[in-house]
């Protein structure tokens, strides 16, 4: 029976990441993967494709505006969507083997199979008809999640799906209906808008991306209006039927009046669920939450001493770049360091475009905390770089502490605001104040320059190109 230190189970960003810094501390370390390819749902169907796409549509609705800059494209411009897909697949393939030359750079040792406990040491790992048992001084649960649904639809995976067959559709709908508002939804919503599908979002709150601050919900809802995308707000759906290539989503405004949306494609995006099936955890004692997700204490350490857990199956927002945090830190902490991570600075980020993306604490969050504080606000359309890109739409808000000027929450919309995101973490981090951000210089022409002017308008006031 082979035997290693530490043993992970799921190869998503958490769990291949974890690996790696398992290797580097020392441990001999294994890793169990129920598909053929490593990476997980991230890699394989999701953050990795759903980008690609982004990037292909992107292109080719530039492409629509290239006469704006001085550059005549004659001819038709077409969509080719199975060449889309393939080069998608090609970035996936890419990734994916990418993570496991790394698996062999720090001499990890991957089975493919599903891992299930025997019990708090021993793990069956069964591939097919084959099937063997290894030991684990430690096992660390990376399984993530599967995409929800409601309980009254049918997941056909052919007219009524689920991202994952949203990423590989032989066709662009002419009517995309989706049921939820969030970041998976509005994404690939916007994939097919730009190629050519009529797109409808139904979202049961009162605004779309509703985790987000509500000004960035404001104003990406505008944009996409302005692009061409529908939106039903405040509507619970009730019904979802199919008839051959026909799609019918029923649903209820807040004051009972019925909502019909025909479609030919439905995408259902509310939201993910833990994924444990077939895990067999009650055999090694780990105890679940009411929610599904493994229970886990501040050191991300089950019920039982010597089992962890990490990503999208234990509480937490559902990133690719929180999972990798954590597995770092399950690693580093049995290696006997002391590790920790602040969850109020995991970024969030939508790369629709513009990108939404933002980190710390909310306005809607600090009124309802009674803290005091101010805001510095700075649109996109005074940046020189905004201008002489064409990308107008946008801002950067700023949320500091009335009294210490600390910031507080950092919300942005715009071009690039995945990549801008980073400096804002970074200075919260290091509990930067507005003025602080404010007196640091930013080159010029760049979008980042946003940012130092919203904490100038945040500090006293005074930004200088409004």
Not at 247 to 270: F, H, Q, S
Not at 370 to 397: E, H, I, M, Q, T
Request: hydrophobic share 40%; glycine share 10%; charged share 25%.
């Amino acid at each position: 029976m082979s035997s290693f230190d530490v043993v992970i189970i799921g190869s998503g960003p958490g769990g291949y990441v974890s690996a790696i810094r398992c290797a580097q501390l020392g441990f001999k370390t294994a890793i169990i993967e129920k598909y053929p390819t490593l990476g997980g749902t991230c890699l394989n169907v999701g953050c990795i494709p759903s980008k690609a796409l982004l990037a292909s549509s992107h292109h080719y609705e530039e492409l629509q505006h290239f006469a704006d800059h001085g550059i005549e494209v004659s001819g038709k411009v077409k969509v080719n969507l199975t060449k889309m897909i393939e080069r998608k697949q090609a970035v996936v393939d890419q990734t994916s083997g990418g993570v496991k030359f790394l698996m062999d750079k720090n001499k990890i040792t991957v089975f493919e199979g599903v891992g299930s406990f025997e019990d708090a040491t021993h793990i069956k790992i069964t591939n097919g008809k084959k099937s063997e048992v290894i030991e684990a001084k430690n096992t660390i649960i990376a399984t993530g999640s599967k995409p929800s649904t409601l309980p009254f639809i049918t997941i056909d995976k052919e007219r009524i799906i689920t991202s994952t067959e949203a990423l590989k559709l032989s066709e662009v709908p002419k009517h995309l209906v989706i049921i939820g508002g969030g970041v998976i939804g509005i994404e690939l919503g916007q994939v097919y808008l730009r190629l050519g599908a009529q797109v409808s979002v139904v979202e049961f709150m009162d605004r779309i991306i509703p985790g987000m601050d509500g000004a960035l919900s404001k104003e990406l809802t505008k944009v996409l209006k302005k692009q061409g995308m529908k939106f039903y707000t405040s509507h619970k759906v009730k019904e979802v039927t199919r008839k051959g290539k026909n799609v019918t989503v029923k649903a209820d405004d807040a004051k009972g009046n019925e909502l019909v949306l025909e479609g030919d494609y439905c995408l259902v995006a509310v939201g993910r669920r833990p994924y444990t099936d077939g895990l067999n955890v009650e055999k090694a004692g780990v105890k679940l939450t009411e929610r599904g997700q493994v229970e886990v204490n501040n050191h991300l350490q089950t019920s039982v001493s010597n089992i962890y857990a990490i990503g999208d199956v234990v509480k937490g927002a559902m990133l690719a770049h929180k999972a990798e945090e954590e597995g770092v830190m399950v690693a580093e902490y049995l290696a006997g360091q002391k590790p920790h991570i602040d969850y109020n600075l995991i970024p969030g980020v939508v790369y629709t475009w513009p990108e939404v993306a933002a980190v710390g604490k909310t306005e809607e969050q600090l009124k309802a905390d009674g803290v005091a504080y101010k805001v510095g606000n700075f649109p996109y359309r005074a940046l020189g770089r905004a201008r002489a890109s064409s990308d107008l739409d946008g801002f950067v808000k700023i949320l500091a502490d009335a009294k210490t000027d600390e910031v507080l929450g950092i919300h942005m919309i715009g071009a690039r605001c995945a990549d801008l995101i980073a400096e804002a973490v970074t200075a919260m981090e290091f509990r930067a104040s507005a003025e602080d951000i404010s007196r640091m210089s930013h080159a010029h022409p760049t979008f980042a320059e946003a940012v130092k002017e919203a904490a100038l308008a945040a500090t006293d006031n005074r930004p200088l190109h409004i």
